[in-house]
Each structure stands twice: as C-alpha cells, then as structure tokens.
C-alpha cells in the first residue's frame, strides 16, 4: 500500500513546468516576459533550499534558461501549460518506504473549452521516468491541487472537483474513496462542499482545495479566511470554518485585504503556499495583509524560513506557487 506523505515531510527535490506558448504566456512581449520571470522567481527561491528540476518545452529552453538560476535543472518535453501541481504526478510512499507517482488522468481541469491537454496529459509519466519511480496508473480524472493530505490517512477534497463536470462524473463519493485509499493511502476522505468563488469562472478549476485550505500538522487545518463581507467569499469561509471545525482545529489565515480587480472578485490566497526543506515559498500581493499572513506562516512552520513571492501574475493567470510546484518527498 502506498501513502502520500504531508507536505512537510523531508524532500528530494521540486518538479515545476516552464509557461510554454499560449494562454500562461499571453499575447503580448510583455505578458511572456512577466510569466517567465514569476515562474523563474518562484523556482530560483526554491533552489536555494534544495534541488528543483524544470520541465521546458524546446521552444521555450533559451528563455528559460535566461531567467532560471544556473543551479535549476532543466528538462526538455513538449508543454500545453505550466501547472505541474495538477499536470505532473503526486508522489507516495510505498510500503518499503522507497518513492513512487500517482499519475492522475488529466484532462484540462474537466475539459475546459479553452484548455488544451494533449501534451500535458503525458507530464505525469514522463516526470516519473525522469525521477526514476515506479509510476502508479490511475483513471480517476484529479489533479494534485484538488488534495491536501496530513501524512496520517486524512485527505482534503472538493465535491465540485472530484465528483464535478467533465470529471468524474459517473462515480460516486464511494467510489472516489476508494481510488484515493488505493492511490494516496487515504483512510478519511473530507468533502468540503465547494471552493472560492473565482474559481468556478471560465478559467477556474471549479474548486481546488489547495487555494482554501491545508493540513500545518496532523488534525491542523490552515483556512482561507476572507474577513470582508463585501466578497462573497466571506459566506463561503464561514461555512467552510464550521464545517472543517467539526473534525480538525482550525487556524485562519487572513485573506488580502484587496477585493477586487479588472476582472472581479479576487481569489488571492496566501494558503497557495509551498513548502520547502527548511523553508515555505509563501504568495505576496503587495498587499496590506502581506506582513500579517507571513507571520501567520512562520507560526504553522515553526524553524522555517518563509519567503515571499510576488504571486499577482500567477493568480492572473489561474493559480499560485503551490499550482505551479510539486515536491518529490525523499525515501522513508
């Protein structure tokens, strides 16, 4: 049996992808220029506490290696996107402790009419034979941004993402638990009914966990906690608290203060955050809750060096440091 172990747990690497052309990189000189230098911002901050490896697509090697830190690795693959969380495997232990990937089905975040996967679909396996592991096939549609795992059997889930359109829409919750105990060693699977309201827009997920809440510890759950009852995500936050505080203690980290911008409510959240050897790469905004988020970081990883980000293009484009990261724990 295989288990995912929490996100803190001692790692050997990160994985991220390289913004290839089309809708990370925009359409303008500008907008790949600043896809480019975030993506290369959050990778050279990692590679200063452990090893971090770069898919590129061939297109994409020169510029990528013109932003990236001499010591980043890069790897060649043909890329429709750069969101290595939900694109690349989600790696396990298995039962003698050695490391394997769980290679999810994916297919543009339930078949989004503007997403294209054809190359993506493949990053799972390729990334698996990169790092050497077993790959662990699965057919259930998911991505590693729609689960959160404490290391102790407890995953985080979304009902409008697992069970959601273009999914998995056949299967039953039943059915669903099953997969992720046979994938993830999941023993408690919690359904939290649905996510933030941005993102169930056009270029949503339509409710990935991992911009709303986190396991810290074993039974600690960190929550998005939009204070501000002009954003609709202030219903959504209480009722998820209530919900998530029947079972676990639950810490809330303050949403920004900023609501809104040129396309409407914001679904900045500073629970996107990743975690690193010794370290948590941690989402900034430029924002006046930027200072009291971080701190609020550095009191859920105690001995860690919390390093900020600027994530607004990341958000722009649909997702944040964790979306675009996926750690490769070390063996047990």
Not at 137 to 151: L, Q, R, W, Y
Not at 251 to 280: F, I, K, M, Q
């Amino acid at each position: 049996m295989s288990i995912m172990p929490p996100e803190w747990a001692p790692q050997d690497r990160i994985w991220m992808a390289f913004p290839a052309p089309g809708y990370s990189l925009g359409e303008t000189a500008a907008e790949a220029d600043e896809a480019r230098s975030t993506w290369a911002a959050v990778a050279n901050a990692a590679a200063a506490f452990e090893p971090v490896t770069v898919v590129v697509d061939p297109g994409e090697v020169d510029a990528a290696r013109r932003v990236l830190a001499h010591e980043v690795e890069i790897l060649e693959a043909p890329l429709n996107d750069a969101w290595m969380r939900d694109i690349g495997p989600t790696f396990v232990h298995q039962a003698d402790g050695s490391v394997a990937g769980v290679d999810w089905v994916f297919n543009g975040w339930g078949q989004c009419d503007w997403a294209t996967w054809d190359r993506d679909e493949r990053i799972g396996a390729f990334v698996c034979e990169a790092a050497g592991v077993p790959r662990i096939g699965s057919t259930m549609v998911n991505e590693g941004g729609a689960i959160h795992v404490d290391g102790a059997g407890a995953v985080l889930v979304t009902e409008t993402v697992q069970l959601g359109q273009g999914r998995n829409e056949t299967w039953t919750k039943e059915q669903v638990e099953a997969e992720l105990a046979r994938t993830i060693g999941a023993s408690e699977v919690f359904w939290l009914p649905r996510g933030l309201t941005r993102d169930y827009e056009r270029y949503g997920t339509r409710g990935h966990v991992d911009i709303v809440a986190t396991f810290t510890a074993p039974g600690r759950v960190l929550l998005h906690s939009q204070r501000d009852a002009a954003h609709p995500d202030h219903e959504v936050s209480r009722s998820l608290h209530a919900l998530l505080a029947e079972r676990f203690e639950v810490v809330e980290l303050p949403a920004p203060a900023t609501l809104r911008d040129a396309e409407g409510w914001v679904d900045w959240s500073y629970v996107n955050h990743l975690v690193v050897n010794g370290g948590v790469i941690a989402c900034s905004f430029d924002d006046a809750r930027d200072a009291d988020a971080l701190a609020v970081l550095r009191d859920a990883y105690p001995g860690r060096e919390v390093v900020a980000v600027d994530a607004r293009p990341l958000f722009d484009r649909g997702g944040g440091i964790h979306c675009i990261t996926q750690q490769q724990p070390a063996p047990r």
